[in-house]
């Protein structure tokens, strides 16, 4: 089954890709090359919510001075200062796209509001929320799971680096073996499995929202998700 529309939500670390700090132009180009051709051959919306961990990420920046509140202001901070940069990056690749801010910016993007992201859905842009919740304590991945419920997405793509859910980090172990499926009791349970926060996975299953971890370097492999194929680890019931 094919979905109408969905919320893929990428790291920050992702974007970086061979550098250790900011935006890998590359990186972006290929997302942007991926995205535009999936949504060409689908009739599928995009909502779009891009962490900040390639500048700063809130809970690793609180302490010597810095409360934890600002420090969850600048991780989301640098969510605005990414959405920015795909924004004009994916435009430049003929790919119409909105950037939504939930951090009070308007002298460089629109305020985020249900109507207004609903008509840029409706009008056939990708759609990019940034700034998180737009509160502490709240991590993106939380609010790409409270975004998508409040924006009607089918399912939330959450990007990671490998194909899905391992039994065991298969960074470190050759035998590590793919898990197809996990139900959400199974996900929030198993400590090992660290792809989201818990917060984000029981809002996720408090709420029955179908969540598919994939690859998204794999050519094809964003196109797959939207058209309903099976890939990487869906968590569901």
């Not at 995205?35 to 995009?46: G, P």
């Not at 809970?59 to 202001?73: L, Y």
């Not at 998180?132 to 399912?155: I, K, N, Q, W």
């Not at 198993?190 to 971890?213: F, H």
């Amino acid at each position: 089954m094919a979905y109408k529309r969905v919320l893929l939500k990428l790291s920050g670390e992702q974007l970086a890709g061979k550098y250790e700090f900011g935006v890998d132009p590359e990186i972006a180009a290929y997302l942007a090359k991926e995205i535009k051709a999936t949504l060409a051959q689908s009739d599928c919306q995009l909502v779009l919510i891009i962490g900040g961990g390639n500048m700063v990420r809130g809970a690793k920046a609180a302490g010597h001075g810095i409360r934890r509140v600002t420090a969850d202001q600048m991780g989301m901070l640098s969510g605005l200062i990414n959405s920015m940069a795909m924004t004009d990056i994916f435009e430049a690749h003929g790919l119409p796209t909105r950037c939504l801010s939930n951090v009070f910016a308007e002298q460089i993007t629109e305020n985020y509001s249900y109507r207004r992201a609903e008509k840029h859905l409706e009008q056939g842009r990708v759609l990019i929320v940034a700034g998180g919740s737009g509160r502490p304590y709240v991590t993106h991945d939380t609010a790409a799971v409270m975004f998508a419920l409040e924006l009607d997405c089918e399912v939330v793509l959450k990007a990671t680096k490998v194909d899905g859910v391992y039994d065991k980090d298969p960074a470190q172990s050759d035998d590590a073996v793919l898990i197809p499926h996990m139900t959400f009791h199974e996900a929030v349970a198993n400590q090992a499995v660290a792809v989201m926060d818990k917060a984000a996975l029981g809002l996720a299953l408090e709420q029955r929202k179908p969540l598919i971890v994939f690859n998204p370097m794999t050519p094809g492999n964003l196109a797959s998700a939207v058209s309903g194929n099976p890939i990487g680890t869906q968590i569901s019931e």
